[in-house]
Nanobody, 123 residues
Framework: QVRLVESGGGLVQAGGSLRLSCAAS????????MGWFRQAPGKEREFVAA????????YYADSVKGRFTISRDNDENKVFLQMNSLKPEDTAVYFC????????????????WGQGTQVTVSS
């Protein structure tokens, strides 16, 4: 079993930046693909970004490409989402997820989920 805990969310003005972190315990995430997803009020959960186990391969949703960067530190069992040039439409609860297999963009493919962290972008 893997427990994922997100942090780093908050309130930011449009154009600002936030860095989300996802910490895993108790075991290593080094063999897992990791993803970030988000869910806005009244909307379905959507894919944001994903990284392979090594970090060599990354996927991004078109809506965040060029603004968000996913990275990981396997020594610290953490995954990060650097979010720049934030827009009001980025407002959502952001979730970290782990998959016991290769990188994937579908939420249904992930095995473990965190509780989420709120990101609010004001205009």
């Amino acid at each position: 079993q893997v427990r994922l805990v997100e942090s780093g969310g908050g309130l930011v003005q449009a154009g600002g930046s936030l860095r989300l972190s996802c910490a895993a315990s108790p075991r290593s995430l080094s063999g897992n693909a990791m993803g970030w997803f988000r869910q806005a009020p009244g909307k379905e959960r959507e894919f944001v970004a994903a990284t392979s186990a090594s970090g060599a391969i990354t996927y991004y949703a078109d809506s965040v490409k060029g603004r968000f960067t996913i990275s990981r530190d396997n020594d610290e069992n953490k995954v990060f989402l650097q979010m720049n040039s934030l827009k009001p439409e980025d407002t959502a609860v952001y979730f970290c997820a782990a998959r016991r297999s290769t990188i994937h963009y579908a939420g249904t493919a992930y095995d473990y989920w965190g509780q989420g962290t709120q990101v609010t972008v004001s205009s």
